[in-house]
Nanobody, 124 residues
Framework: QVQLAESGGGLVQAGGSLRLSCEVS????????MGWFRQAPGKDREFVAA????????VHADSVKGRFTISRDNAKKTVYLQMISLKPEDTAVYYC?????????????????WGQGTQVTVSS
């Protein structure tokens, strides 16, 4: 079993920054990768970024490239999402997830474990 706890969400003005954290506990060795997804009201859950535990290979959605950066600290079993130049359209509940495989780790269906989510609101 894997438990995920997100933190770092909040209200920020457009152009501002936030850093989300996701602390992982439990059987972390069973997870190939960690991902961040987001879901805005009335919309489907959307891939944001993902990173593998071993090699640190990362992937970012086109909509956040150059603004968001995913990273991980293996010793702390924590994954981060640094967000800069935030836009109102980034407003959503952000979820971290554990799972994935060498074949795929950018789809929500690739992930087995999910956190409760943290709200990010960007005002214009």
């Amino acid at each position: 079993q894997v438990q995920l706890a997100e933190s770092g969400g909040g209200l920020v003005q457009a152009g501002g920054s936030l850093r989300l954290s996701c602390e992982v506990s439990g059987r972390t060795f069973s997870s190939y990768a960690m991902g961040w997804f987001r879901q805005a009201p009335g919309k489907d859950r959307e891939f944001v970024a993902a990173i593998t535990w071993n090699s640190g290979r990362s992937v970012h959605a086109d909509s956040v490239k150059g603004r968001f950066t995913i990273s991980r600290d293996n010793a702390k079993k924590t994954v981060y999402l640094q967000m800069i130049s935030l836009k109102p359209e980034d407003t959503a509940v952000y979820y971290c997830a554990a799972g994935g495989s060498v074949f795929s780790f950018t789809r929500a269906n690739d992930y087995t474990y999910w956190g409760q989510g943290t709200q990010v609101t960007v005002s214009s």
